[in-house]
């Protein structure tokens, strides 16, 4: 069973002396870039997450793997972050990207529309249970009424 090394031990020892690693130095730079676009595509990254991410890369870094990313990952990330915001769909891909830097320095996603989920589960039609219905609510007595009418037929032979 191979052990697990501490990624963040290895790439901590890298950074102290870069130039005994100096011929892997394009790799490091696209593997920084893809754990950070792999952690803001992430599902669950908060807003608060975001602008920590952004605080700890510095603005310059950010902006270079923000300008790194494509547009539908960007729009993927602005969309899950704002997600009332209405100028989302019709918005340029520039808008997208600085409204992501927006959000990642201090701006505040849009807020929800008040009362829309009230009027469209009050719109639903309450479906009426089958098993309430009569068929449903029989209880058996203990008599086997179905056992005594198969023994009284016989089958016929052809």
Do not use: C
Not at 27 to 40: P, S
Not at 86 to 105: D, I, K, M, P, V
Not at 113 to 119: M, N, Q, S, Y
């Amino acid at each position: 069973m191979a052990l697990d090394i501490d990624g963040y031990a290895v790439l901590a020892a890298i950074a102290t002396v870069p130039e005994v690693f100096a011929e892997i130095r394009p790799d490091i730079a696209r593997t920084a870039r893809a754990l950070v676009v792999k952690q803001l595509k992430h599902r669950a990254l908060p807003l608060a997450r975001l602008r920590l991410i952004r605080r700890t890369l510095g603005t310059e870094t950010f902006a270079l793997i923000l300008d790194g990313m494509t547009d539908a990952e960007v729009k993927a990330v602005v969309a899950r972050l704002d997600r009332h915001n209405a100028t989302l769909r019709t918005a340029s891909a520039a808008w997208h990207r600085t409204w992501l830097e927006g959000l990642a320095n201090a701006d505040e996603p849009a807020e929800a529309p008040k009362g829309t989920r009230a009027r469209t589960a009050a719109k639903k039609p309450v479906a009426e249970r089958a098993l309430g219905k009569r068929p449903f609510a029989a209880t058996w007595d203990g008599k086997d009424r179905d056992a005594s009418a198969a023994k009284g037929k016989k089958k016929k032979k052809d």
